[in-house]
């Protein structure tokens, strides 16, 4: 049974960090692609980044390029993304997923097989 857990979601002001981590079981094969999801009260689920599962790809959206950055330990079965310079736009709720491996790591939604349950982060003043 695969199962995703995110933790270290957090209520911090602008300019602050905050690392999430996705803690991941169950899977039969190894190296599969992990992203990062958000969704904000009212809008769309948004792509903000992909560890491919060979971690030799990574993706971020344009949105977060240059402030968000996606790690991983396999030895761990752990993804992380550290999260600089945080914006009050960035406030949604962080979901991981995962699916098998590919070539192209993609931020569609609709690609992903398996879910995490999701963590909160709030940028406010």
């Known amino acids: 049974q695969v199962q995703l857990v995110e933790s270290g979601g957090d209520s911090v002001q602008p300019g602050g960090s905050l690392r999430l981590s996705c803690a991941a079981s169950g899977f039969t094969r190894p190296n599969y692609d992990i992203a990062w999801f958000r969704q904000a009260p009212g809008k769309e689920r948004e792509g903000v980044s992909c560890?491919?599962?060979?971690?030799?790809?990574?993706r971020y959206a344009d949105s977060v390029k240059g402030r968000f950055t996606i790690s991983r330990d396999n030895a761990k079965n752990t993804v992380y993304l550290q999260m600089n310079s945080l914006k009050p736009e960035d406030t949604a709720v962080y979901y991981c997923?995962?699916?098998?491996?590919?070539?192209?790591?993609?931020?569609?939604?609709?690609?992903?097989?398996?879910w995490g349950q999701g963590t909160q982060v709030t940028v406010s003043s």
């Open positions: 560890s491919r599962g060979s971690a030799d790809i990574t």
């Open positions: 997923a995962a699916r098998s491996p590919t070539f192209t790591c993609p931020l569609d939604s609709n690609s992903y097989n398996y």
